[in-house]
């Protein structure tokens, strides 16, 4: 492959990079802060007690489930 042809597929990088607005000046959609919503009363400690990571099946034991599931 000829160098010239190589090149002419890739452009330079800027050393710098350009400072960017941070805020939107275009378009139908004003941007607005994300917020996280506040957790659901629901999940309290004693649901989080409740799952026991001991008792989560194998890997094995999901895959062939999942295949006799789907046969």
């Given at each position: 492959?000829?160098?010239?042809?190589?090149?002419?597929?890739?452009?330079?990088?800027?050393?710098?990079?350009?400072?960017?607005?941070?805020?939107?000046?275009?378009?139908?959609?004003?941007?607005?802060?994300?917020?996280?919503p506040e957790p659901s009363a629901q999940w309290t400690a004693a649901v989080y007690k409740a799952f026991d990571i001991t008792k989560m099946p194998t890997r094995n034991e999901v895959y062939y489930t999942a295949a006799n599931l789907l046969s």
């Open positions: 492959m000829d160098i010239a042809l190589c090149y002419s597929y890739h452009q330079k990088v800027p050393p710098v990079a350009p400072d960017l607005e941070l805020k939107a000046t275009f378009g139908l959609a004003a941007p607005e802060e994300f917020k996280l």
